[in-house]
Nanobody, 120 residues
Framework: QLQLVQSGGGSVQTGGSLRLSCVAFGDAGCAYDWSWYRQAPGKEREWLTAIDGDGNTHYEPPAKGRFTISQDNTKNTTYLQLDSLKPDDTAMYYC??????????????WGQGTQVTVSS
């Protein structure tokens, strides 16, 4: 079982930056990659980006060009760097573990979320 603990959210003005962190505690008993999602009030949860164990990354259109995912496997941590923030980026941001391709065991855990608020 994993516990994902998030931090780094807050309030910034348009054009500002934040660095979100997500640390996995415990023993998952499985191999996993990382994803980040966000969800604004009244809207569906939106996939933003993912990174695998080799450092390969994927960005969905809302994140491409302004957000950067990274990881430190020695610390069981993933980061999401948010730059050039806009009011439309205001949402709850979630990290998630993803079952790694080719593995027999599922490994899907969610962080508690951290609020990002961007004002004009």
């Amino acid at each position: 079982q994993l516990q994902l603990v998030q931090s780094g959210g807050g309030s910034v003005q348009t054009g500002g930056s934040l660095r979100l962190s997500c640390v996995a505690f415990g023993d998952a008993g499985c191999a996993y990659d990382w994803s980040w999602y966000r969800q604004a009030p009244g809207k569906e949860r939106e996939w933003l980006t993912a990174i695998d164990g080799d450092g390969n990354t994927h960005y969905e259109p809302p994140a491409k060009g302004r957000f950067t995912i990274s990881q430190d496997n020695t610390k069981n941590t993933t980061y999401l760097q948010l730059d050039s923030l806009k009011p439309d980026d205001t949402a709850m941001y979630y990290c998630k573990t993803d079952s790694r391709a080719g593995r027999l065991l599922e490994c899907n855990y969610w962080g508690q979320g951290t609020q990002v608020t961007v004002s004009s």
